[in-house]
């Protein structure tokens, strides 16, 4: 969907919260199906977050069927079961008072409702028969298909939208994660409903699934017979499944390289993207902190190198999206076009720097650490409380704990998940030379139209 950016930073700084694994209030099981259940309790919440991640993604998809995972994404939402049509099924779902939406990612797909305590008996039928139970409709699809194709034709008109997908495109290509994000215009135009129906059978089975909820409920009682009644009856259990092998992105980006692309826009806009490490890789807890001092906080390190070269930035993001077989660190600026070649210099220049750069008090000596600025702590401090927030919401926290059993080493030890905490400055400084310095990365600039003539 349109959100991914969004979507993939919110899942992102999930897997920083402090509670990783199970632990007090949180129940996990697994039905004689294969559907795997994480249960947390959230005492006087009135509200029921439930998430369904199913092992699918743009990972398991080919040149005949780029796009078809995610134009299932939207009949699970929005189309319709074995009992009613889509339009009934969500009328229910809002007579309910629940919400309920969905998205697709490189790894996963994931279907998210939030429905009031007092409905959850309600609200897990109507969510097992969304994911479960699809029947959709020639009308549905052919209403999905036009939304899709009028999503893929905005991202034409979308700067961020373009440079993001020309950067992972190049970045991963020749790995499965360097297909399109919103698939293949003509692959979405000809799905016909046998055809999804048939993908559908094939990965949305319960051993491929997890179920996460997050709640008011008591865990080891009725909440699991319910869900033991729900998913593990009506939801059959399946002959023993085994999901595609994906490699894992090992090798370095063989060249750098440069694309240059002109839209009808004002202003102008520079990607820069370098693999990064997965979600379970050790580097990965450093190089979220690093994407911190790098572009966030209220003075990032970017900000000020440019301001100290004389280049004006009008906007700095820097984003690492961690994945299950890699990641990406993905730096978008937006500037003015005349300030483009100079600035791309200086970027590259301050990246190549950051292995030898200074983050936290530790690396001043006591007279100059009062006016030096602990970038460290700061990061740590600002993870610490997005980390904080993101627990306060149960739908949030549901998206999280059933994409975790999915993407990490479960039998992984449990200080990984709590490393971010330990980071020394050194960590950052190895991290940018492993994973930045003198590495190869993909660079996209969009700069505007020039007038007719010119």
């Not at 969907?1 to 979507?7: D, V």
């Not at 920083?16 to 199970?22: K, R, T």
């Not at 743009?58 to 939207?74: C, F, M, N, P, R």
């Not at 990607?271 to 050790?282: E, K, R």
């Amino acid at each position: 969907m349109r959100a991914w950016r969004g979507f993939m930073a919110l899942v992102c700084a999930g897997f920083l919260m402090s509670a990783a694994s199970p632990g007090p209030g949180m129940t996990v099981f697994q039905l004689e199906n294969g559907l795997r259940v994480i249960l947390r309790e959230k005492p006087n919440s009135p509200l029921v977050g439930i998430a369904v991640a199913v092992n699918v993604g743009i990972k398991d998809e080919s040149e005949s069927t780029s796009g078809l995972v995610h134009l299932l994404e939207h009949l699970v939402l929005l189309g319709g079961t074995v009992r009613q049509n889509g339009i009934l099924k969500n009328d229910e779902i809002r007579s309910c008072g629940g919400f309920v939406n969905a998205h697709t990612d490189n790894d996963l797909l994931t279907y998210q409702a939030s429905f009031p305590a007092a409905q959850l008996t309600k609200a897990l039928q109507l969510v097992k028969e969304s994911v479960f139970d699809l029947q959709a409709n020639s009308f549905e699809l052919a209403g999905e298909k036009k939304i899709i194709l009028e999503e893929i034709a905005q991202i034409r008109d979308d700067a961020t939208e373009r440079g993001t997908q020309l950067v992972l495109q190049n970045l991963f290509s020749g790995h499965p994660y360097g297909k399109p994000l919103y698939g293949n215009e003509t692959v979405i135009a000809n799905a016909t409903l046998d055809e999804l129906a048939r993908l559908h059978r094939r990965w949305f089975v319960p051993a491929n699934t997890t179920l996460a909820l997050v709640g008011s409920f008591d865990a080891a009682a009725g909440v699991r017979a319910e869900i033991e009644k729900i998913f593990g009856v009506t939801v059959a259990a399946t002959a023993p499944f085994t999901p595609a092998e994906i490699p894992a992105i090992a090798e370095p980006l063989p060249k750098r390289i440069d694309i240059a692309q002109t839209m009808d826009i004002n202003e102008a806009h520079l990607f820069v993207g370098f693999l990064a490490p997965a979600i379970d890789h050790p580097d990965h807890a450093a190089m979220t902190v690093l994407a911190h001092v790098l572009g966030d906080g209220p003075d990032p390190l970017l900000n000020s190198a440019f301001r100290l070269a004389g280049h004006q930035v009008e906007r700095i993001a820097v984003r690492y999206f961690a994945f299950k077989y890699g990641g990406v660190m993905l730096i978008h600026l937006r500037l003015d076009p005349d300030h483009l070649p100079a600035v791309s210099s200086e970027l590259l220049k301050f990246l190549s720097a950051a292995s030898q750069m200074s983050y936290s008090e530790e690396d001043f000596s006591p007279q100059e650490r009062a006016t030096q600025i602990d970038r460290l702590q700061s990061a740590r401090d600002q993870i610490r409380l997005d980390s904080e927030q993101y627990q306060e919401q149960g739908l949030a926290t549901a998206l999280y704990l059933a994409r975790y059993l999915h993407l990490t080493d479960q039998a992984a030890d449990a200080k990984k998940r709590k490393a971010v905490a330990e980071v020394s400055s050194a960590n950052l400084r190895k991290t940018a030379w492993n994973w930045l310095k003198g590495k190869k990365h993909v660079m996209v600039s969009i700069t505007p139209t020039p007038p007719p003539g010119k």
